[in-house]
């Protein structure tokens, strides 16, 4: 019942449980979901490492209830109750990763207090009621006390990963079975490629269901090879699962989402890969799948392509899909994939980093009319479709809106959030109240800026007023996704392989500062005490042409990335106190694409761009950053391409910087 996420660069982060910021309501939601809400609010606080980049700032993975309590796992290392004050338990130790808290009061359960020693990811209940989590931590999963925490000794499965810790993004209990996705490669001696299904009770792996993923050579830009999503359709002997891989078990047509049966072989009655006819632009972009849901005689898909896919359980057909983008009269980010789904009593719901609005696309319509051998839709017809997304039928949409369950048709909820990375956990609780985890800002004045779990309603009554998820199937779900990249990605030669991503990012826009551990630096980039005064067209050499300077210590990688982006945008080396500085608002949470955002913005690079086409963008950097001319390419016209259709240009600079032809120019990894 969960799934799991995305991981976060090491980042002192914050969340707050609201007992709901208001929810614009339907007929079909519960009773207590009512607009307007009490204020009990707490926080979570710390940062922890971990192997795993990724795109979003949540901090809150996943969601799970259980006995009158919401379990909340995620990468925190305390709570902050609504005073201020970090608690702790009774021995004074900082609740961390995962807690619990009441369903009715919202209060935090001191009583609950596990001992993992990494991010939890994905949660589900065994049935003698012990708590199934997955994550970062040693092992990849543990059973724990649903009082205590306490964690159970004789449950092992000893997930591990070469070099890395194992990481276990879903954790599906089925039975005396617990069907496993992430990032492992071995139990013992058994050797695993990123599936598995343990023994409920003692954790052992089985060595008869070992599902092979594929790394994703077909579509190389922000290809991976990850397990995102498992759900159980034991009537139908399938195993459905998402991510980001390329295949499984060597077809290639199993690319993203795969359905296998309960021996580990692909299901041979049904269409391995997307289903056709929805929104599939596979060139150029990974089409990864964040959540797959499956309730009844429908499966529920989510996620590139900022889409949430009904397709008929039996024949695996897409029968409805709706895709967010920018329309209404829109100026912000242009929609967002969908990150996570969840199954509730009469409204499927689907959490995206949507802040603009959502509308249908037609299956197979007039957008997919040239649909190649691989089901992929041609880029052209999914530009047309972006070009005119603001003609069609829609409604606004605030990182949540639900399906009809019974016809499928969007409901017209809006929920007063927004911002940041939106929801990768929903859960609609016995009460009929959705709660929400991931990272929101409120619209309301008085809550905290950084908001990571939500609760839609008011305070609900001692009884709940809708049946219990214990009458529910065994094999419905709630999935909280997460996009994962592994720290090497971004790298593809910007000259030879650009990717053709026609719709922009999430959170252009520069966030505020978070708070600084040590002194805050410029915002812009200090300038060199004697600035090179000739221009790179008067030279036959970049500035920083190697070999690389050895003193800025760039065998590390976020040192060499910065190190790039000083020499990309502003021609010289870095000063070195602007250069440290950036590596620890890097290091405390910072991306590349917010430094590289930061960077566009100074005032030291501002003249050198005013009031230039995308077409003159590009020409400067072939010619300013890779030394060289090209204005006729194919390389050249995808890139002018990608800026029309939305990229930010702080963005491709970092695309040309991480280039193989730029690092092998300035002598860096």
Request: glycine letters at 10%; hydrophobic letters at 35%; one cysteine or more.
């Amino acid at each position: 019942m969960t799934k799991a996420k995305k991981y976060l660069a090491a980042l002192t982060v914050s969340l707050t449980l609201l007992a709901g910021f208001g929810l614009f309501t339907s007929p079909l939601f519960a009773k207590n979901a009512t607009p307007e809400s009490s204020t009990l609010a707490w926080n979570v606080s710390g940062k922890a490492e971990s192997v795993y980049e990724v795109r979003s700032k949540a901090i809150v993975y996943d969601l799970q209830e259980h006995n009158g309590k919401m379990y909340v796992g995620g990468k925190f290392l305390n709570i902050v109750d609504p005073d201020g004050n970090e608690l702790a338990s009774a021995n004074g130790d900082a609740p961390a990763f995962l807690a619990a808290f009441d369903l009715t009061t919202g209060a935090w359960d001191k009583t609950f207090f596990p001992k993992l020693d990494g991010p939890v990811y994905a949660l589900d209940v065994r049935s003698d009621g012990k708590i199934i989590a997955g994550g970062e931590f040693d092992g990849g999963v543990a059973a724990l006390d649903p009082v205590t925490g306490a964690t159970e000794a004789t449950f092992k499965p000893a997930l591990t990963r070469e070099n890395k810790r194992p990481g276990v993004f879903d954790v599906e209990v089925v039975g005396n079975q617990i069907y496993v996705g992430g990032a492992f490669t071995k139990s013992a001696n058994l050797r695993l490629r990123r599936l598995a299904r343990l023994d409920a009770q003692t954790g052992a792996v089985d060595p008869t269901w070992t599902p092979k993923t594929m790394f994703d050579e077909v579509t190389p830009s922000a290809a991976g090879e990850l397990v995102y999503s498992i759900a159980v359709d034991s009537a139908r002997d399938r195993v459905y699962v998402t991510g980001k891989f390329g295949g499984i078990n060597g077809d290639t047509n199993a690319a993203y989402f795969a359905t296998l049966d309960t021996k580990g072989n692909l299901r041979q009655d049904v269409r391995q890969g997307l289903p056709l006819g929805i929104v599939n632009h596979r060139q150029g972009w990974s089409m990864w799948q964040h959540d797959v849901q499956f309730f009844g005689e429908k499966v529920y898909l989510g996620g590139q392509g900022h889409q949430t896919v009904v397709m008929d359980a039996a024949t695996l057909t897409a029968e409805t899909a709706y895709t967010t983008h920018r329309g209404l009269g829109d100026t912000n980010n242009g929609g967002g994939d969908t990150q996570v789904i969840f199954v509730g009593q009469n409204t499927i719901w689907s959490g995206c980093h949507c802040w603009d609005s959502v509308g249908p696309y037609e299956i197979g319509g007039q957008y997919n009319q040239q649909d190649k051998e691989d089901g992929s839709q041609p880029i052209e017809e999914y530009r047309r479709h972006i070009a005119d997304f603001g003609t069609v039928e829609q409604q606004k949409v605030r990182g949540i809106y639900g399906i009809d369950k019974a016809t499928n048709e969007l409901l017209p909820n809006q929920f007063n959030i927004s911002g940041d990375a939106g929801p990768w956990a929903l859960y609609e609780d016995s009460y009929g109240q959705l709660w929400g985890g991931g990272q929101f800002r409120p619209t309301k004045a008085n809550h905290p800026e950084n908001v990571g779990l939500v609760r839609f309603g008011s305070q609900p009554s001692a009884t709940p007023e809708t049946p219990t998820p214990t009458t529910m199937p065994e094999t419905e779900t709630t999935v909280t996704e997460t996009t994962v990249t592994e720290t090497t990605t971004g790298k593809e030669d910007a000259a030879a392989l650009p990717p053709t991503n026609p719709t922009p990012p999430v959170n252009t826009t520069v966030p505020a500062d978070p708070p600084q551990t040590t002194a805050t630096p410029a915002t812009t980039p200090a300038t060199p005490e004697t600035p090179d005064t000739t221009t790179r067209q008067e030279r036959s050499t970049h500035a920083c042409a190697a070999p690389a300077p050895k003193q800025y210590g760039l065998d590390d990688d976020t040192a060499a990335q910065i190190y790039r982006l000083y020499c990309a945008y502003f021609d010289r080396h870095p000063d070195a106190q602007g250069f440290a500085d950036w590596q620890n608002r890097h290091k405390n949470g910072y991306s590349m694409k917010r430094i590289s955002a930061h960077f566009e913005d100074s005032n030291e690079n501002k003249p050198n761009h005013v009031n230039v086409s995308n077409a003159d963008f590009v020409a400067s950097l072939y010619e300013n950053v890779l030394m060289r001319e090209d204005t006729t390419s194919i390389g050249y016209q995808k890139w002018v391409a990608a800026l029309d259709n939305g990229m930010p240009r702080s963005e491709l600079m970092i695309n040309f910087s991480n280039s193989k032809e730029f690092r092998n120019l300035t002598g860096t990894k």
